[in-house]
């Protein structure tokens, strides 16, 4: 059971890139998909957050933000579920927040959305 | 390629304030202002100029030559963050030496009104604006903390040993009249400060500021008709997106080009006085130790264990208390070791000179963005 996640994908060279971009980064060519990468991955770092540039965040601190390296390549940056550390394997989770941005998740297990989704 | 008999020499700063309701063409200004007064050149023979700034836009280096009055006929902008010390020493020098120019002024400075460091982060780049922001908005302390975390879990550093670099830093600042934290500050007050975004605590974290820092680019005989003290340049480097294939960065650009400095200086680490490195978190100051050569890779803890990094100790360290005591003036940080290390070689850093400072090493490091910090240059200077 894999939650999926879309990210970018050339088709000339195989590079999966996150952030997206206009160009691949390898071979600057702009032949890109968005393909479903497994959103599975390893936690390279965490922290929480006691202070926050934006008033929006004010009551939600502290937030736990993570680096996770995904299993198709990239690093993400990402909210993480404060139960989760450095090392553990994740899944990653896209939603809406409230200022309409997508922004990604990591838990330890698929959120039961995607599950659902994918069976 | 060596730099002949190319100096730099009057390294001012114009002093920093926590806030400021000037532009940053006042801070610039100012700063060549000074220049003009330590040097006693005229204005008209500033023939080069090599500019950074955060907070001068929307003006960009040519509407602020003409803001100044000035004609110079090389013109560069740099905005390479903590890198642009170095890489205007280098690009200067290389204009100096070929011709382009005979005396360029760098500067570097930013203005800090209420919402300056909120804007400028929340507009930092792309990556950032879209991909970092929205995870809590937390700039550069929330990236730093992430580079902090994983050094500690696989180096074995410890917040000891960042605070040790952290508590010298201070004692040099309390040395130093231009610093702007300058209060005691022991181990326990940073192990046990308020959290920031941990593991980083109040003492891990640069504090915004206003201010700006100089120095001009000649030839020797130039200097030395002028009456100046001046520092020669044995070697430089710079690097940008370093090792873009590393996952999380442990390394810096520094490590790809330290052979090429050290073969180019004629000398090596041992042979250093004094060591400014770019501190904006201690993290990274660890970082170039281990990637320039003061020690192995992975062992910076121990490096940092077995060395003083304060007033008479074994490796004076950002010897003015660098940007933790002395604040971040924006692009001004890029400036704050360079500086430095000019006044410690030409015997001018008052209470905080290293007694025979013979040689220093000064390195930059800037732009953070999205989870890495992009640029790199370093220095070594001579008496």
């Known amino acids: 059971m894999t939650s999926i996640l879309q990210l970018q994908r050339c088709t000339t060279c195989g590079k999966i890139q996150y952030p997206p971009r206009e160009l691949c980064s390898a071979c600057l060519t702009d032949t890109l998909e968005w393909t479903a990468a497994p959103a ?27 680096l996770v390296h995904l299993d198709s390549g990239p690093t993400v940056v990402c909210f993480i579920d404060a139960l989760c550390a450095a090392g553990d394997r994740v899944h990653i989770a896209a939603s809406i927040d409230t200022a309409g941005r997508a922004v990604l998740t990591a838990a330890a297990q698929p959120p039961a959305a995607a599950v659902a989704q994918s069976q | 390629m060596n730099y002949a008999d190319v100096v730099a020499c009057a390294p001012i700063t114009v002093p920093y304030v926590r806030r ?67 890489i205007a020493l280098r690009r200067a020098a290389r204009a100096v030496q070929c011709g382009d120019a005979d005396i360029v002024a760098c500067i570097a400075g930013d203005t800090n009104g209420a919402n300056t460091f909120h804007d400028l982060v929340a507009q930092f780049s792309t990556f950032s604006r879209d991909y970092v922001w929205p995870y809590g908005a937390g700039g550069p302390n929330q990236s730093f903390a992430l580079l ?31 610093a702007l934290l300058r209060g005691d500050l022991t181990l ?18 640069v504090m915004p500021c206003a201010g700006a820092d100089a120095f001009l680019v000649m030839h020797r005989a130039h200097a030395e008709s002028l009456g100046l003290p001046h520092v020669r340049i044995l070697a430089t480097i710079e690097r940008h997106n370093a090792y873009p294939d590393d996952p999380i960065q442990y390394r810096g650009g520094w490590a790809m080009d330290a052979p090429t400095l050290w073969h180019h200086a004629a000398i090596g680490p041992a042979d250093i006085d004094v060591i400014q490195t770019y501190d904006d978190y201690p993290v990274i100051s660890m970082l170039q130790f281990e990637d320039l050569g003061f020690c192995a890779k992975d062992s910076g803890a121990d490096f940092i264990r077995n060395n003083e990094f304060g007033p008479g100790g074994s490796r004076p360290h950002n010897t003015g208390g660098g940007q933790l005591s002395g604040g971040q003036a924006g692009a001004a940080g890029g400036f704050l070791g360079l500086v430095e290390a000019m006044r410690q070689l030409t015997n001018q850093a008052g209470a905080h000179q290293v007694p025979n400072t013979r040689h220093a090493l000064v390195s930059g490091f800037g732009m953070i963005n999205y989870d890495r910090g992009l640029c790199t240059a370093t220095a070594v200077l001579a008496a």
């Open chain 1, 40 to 66: 599975t991955g390893t936690v390279l770092a965490i922290t929480e957050l006691h202070h926050t540039h934006e008033p929006s965040f004010y009551t939600q601190q502290p937030i736990t933000v993570a």
């Open chain 2, 20 to 86: 400021s309701d000037k532009s940053a063409a006042w801070w610039l200004g100012t700063a060549l202002r000074h220049l003009l007064d330590t040097s006693g050149l005229a204005k008209g023979q500033i023939d080069g100029l090599c500019l950074s700034s955060f907070t001068l836009a929307p003006d960009g280096p040519a509407p602020f030559a003409q803001y100044i009055g000035l004609s110079p006929r090389v013109l560069e902008f740099l905005p390479y963050g903590g890198a642009c010390g170095i």
């Open chain 2, 148 to 178: 902090t975390d994983h050094a500690m879990r696989h180096t074995g550093v410890t917040r000891a040993d960042f605070g040790k670099l952290c508590v010298a830093q201070r004692q040099w600042a309390q040395r130093n009249p231009l």
């Open chain 2, 188 to 205: 326990d007050d940073y192990l046990s400060a308020r959290p920031v975004a941990l593991p980083l605590r109040l003492y891990d974290c």
